[in-house]
Structures are given as C-alpha cells and as structure tokens.
C-alpha cells in the first residue's frame, strides 16, 4: 500500500474513522480509466518475482502453453489494485494513518489470465469491516473486468489503526524519502470505449486445463512439489516498488523502518506471494490453468543492507477433486527458520 504523505487529520474531534468505515460497508466506485496491459509490463514484472516461464517472455512459449500472447504473472493484479484502491482511503475510508495499514491476506479468483492488450477496469468495493486484536479490519473486493469479460476477483484484507495524531515526524520524513508526484492517478472523464456498456451482460470465462498441465491421474495426495530457494536484496525491493507502484518506505529505507517500529526494511507481502506463485506454476506446467491463488501473511521477510534475504518454499497436494480434476495445493514459505505464510494455497486445474 502506497503511503499518501498528505493526510489531512479530521478537524472535527467527534469523527471516529472506524464508524465511517462501517457505515460504508458495500460502497462502490469504478476507477474512471482503464489499466492497459503492454508486453514489457508483463516481463518487467515477471522480472521482479523471479518467474522465468516462458509464457510470460516469449509470444512462441506463449503459444506452446495455448496463450495468443504473453500471459501475466498470477501476482501482476497488484499492479492494477494499488492505483485502483488509492480513492476508497483518499476520499471514503479516511482517518486512518495509511504508514501504519498492513496487508494481511490477498485472494485471487481467476476467470482467465490477464495477458498483453488487456484493458482492465477496476470495479472497488469495500466488502466488510470489523474490529480486533486491537485494529480495525477492512477488506476491499476488485472485480476486474476487460470489455465485456470477467478477469478476476481479488480479495484484500487490510489493517489499519485511526490517528488522531499522526506522527509529525513519521510525515515529515516519508515525505522527504517518497517519489515526487501525486499520490493517486489524476481524474480522467470515464471513457466510452472499451468499457462494458451500462446494463450488458458480463461475459464469465472458466479457467480451463491448458496445453502443458499436469494431469489429473499423476497426481495424488500428499505429492510434494520441489522446494525451491529465492534470494531478495535491498536492490530487489526497490525494483519491485517501481514495477509494482508500491512505493511505502518500508521496504527500502532503514530510517522510516525504525521510526514505524520493524527491526529492518521488509519485502513486499505481494512480492513474497509472487516468487511462492511460480514454484506453483512451474510444477504446474501453465500458468493459465490456476483458478484461484490465496495468502495470509504472518510473518515479515526482513532484508539486510549487505546480504540477500533468504525464502525457502515447499508444496503438497493437500487434496484432489475427481469430479471437476481439480486439486488444491498448499505452498510453506520460510525465512530465517520462520513460516512467513499463515495459510497459502492454489486451486489448479488439472487435464
């Protein structure tokens, strides 16, 4: 989540941030412009989480996996959902002091992949809020449509406390680290075209088993998949918060890092989620044969200034499905000897 260095504390004492953010359970906003997936887009991202599949580099690797043109990586709606998500806490949800709001958990609903020419749109609601442990619990749902046709839908569960005072210095300093520039995208008049027209009927693809995918007679519960080792240095991070739009300061400046109370910069919840997304993909055999994708984030990677951090991931077969040749995988992500996923899982479909 994109820090917004620029915010205005209510000046009414009696406004309490968390009963304006119940009230506005179910609100709803469509972005006014659309996101248009370009090919280098997709490489710089694949790029970024350390995928090398090929389709998405290679418009021939593409095609041997049954993919017109390159296909996104599972994580590249972060991408889409930063920008689209900006207005619900510039304009409604507001109160909260957005250094201080953790992204615990993200679920992805594929209907098809995301892949070069798409022109998403972001349809943002607030899907519900409640409070515990001491902080207040909001999830957003983005449905993502391209024309007349369903992407995806993701699910991102976030935790923020309300500030009544904000921390002057915390402000300041960010303020003096960020990227020059507005903190969202500039207004634009909806446009026309390609945007689904008003009261059209939504086109609802279904992930298929594409060319490549592993099949369902050679899998079995308990099947493990490879353990794979990634390494992130600090030079990773801040790649990362450029291709993905994430520009917080905690994932690459120790000073704000301290000041917010983390031992060390931290990667990204979404970049950690990705590099677990193509020990899944590459198993797998296509990228386009995963129907959804789900992360709860428990405990942070830390990166040291001089040596690269290190994630080991690992896989099981967790259950099968005969009847739709489906089979749910479960992916353990470990750093410094800590699990850093709660609960990951993907639901594949198999030939």
């Not at 994580?75 to 889409?80: I, N």
């Not at 409640?130 to 995806?152: C, K």
């Not at 001089?306 to 353990?332: L, N």
């Amino acid at each position: 989540m994109t820090i917004n260095t620029e915010i205005d504390v209510e000046a009414d004492p009696a406004f309490d941030p968390a009963a304006n953010a119940a009230a506005h359970v179910g609100h709803h906003y469509c972005v006014e412009d659309y996101f248009e997936v370009g090919r280098e887009q997709i490489r710089e991202y694949a790029r970024s989480v350390q995928d090398k599949h090929p389709a998405h580099w290679d418009e021939a690797g593409a095609a041997e996996f049954g993919h017109e043109s390159l296909i996104a990586p599972l994580t590249f709606f972060s991408k889409v959902g930063i920008q689209a998500n900006m207005r619900l806490f510039e304009e409604i949800v507001t109160g909260y002091d957005l250094s201080q709001i953790m992204q615990t958990d993200m679920v992805l609903e594929f209907h098809r992949p995301i892949r070069v020419g798409d022109r998403l749109v972001s349809d943002v609601y607030l899907h519900s809020f409640r409070q515990a442990f001491g902080g207040d619990i909001l999830v957003t749902r983005n449905v993502v449509t391209s024309g007349d046709e369903l992407v995806m839908v993701a699910y991102t569960t976030l935790v923020g406390r309300t500030s009544v005072e904000v921390d002057e210095k915390l402000v300041s300093a960010v303020n003096n680290v960020l990227v020059q520039g507005m903190t969202g995208n500039p207004r634009v008049e909806r446009p026309s075209a390609p945007m689904r027209a008003e009261g059209a009927p939504l086109v609802m693809p279904v992930v298929t088993a594409g060319p490549g995918t592993r099949a369902f007679e050679d899998v079995a519960v308990g099947d493990e998949l490879p353990v794979s080792y990634r390494s992130i240095t600090r030079g990773d991070l801040v790649n990362y918060a450029g291709v993905s739009g994430d520009g917080n300061p905690i994932h690459w400046s120790d000073s704000i890092a301290e000041m917010v109370g983390l031992d060390n910069v931290v990667a990204h919840g979404m970049l950690t989620m990705g590099l677990a997304a193509a020990t899944i993909t590459s198993w797998l055999g296509n990228p386009g044969s995963v129907k959804d994708y789900s992360v709860r984030f428990t405990s942070p990677v830390y990166v040291p200034v001089d040596t690269p951090a290190q994630i080991e991931f690992s896989g099981r077969v967790k259950s099968t499905d005969p009847a739709t040749r489906t089979a749910v995988i479960a992916i353990t992500a470990k750093s410094e000897g800590r699990k850093i996923f709660g609960r990951a899982t993907a639901t594949v479909q198999l030939r």
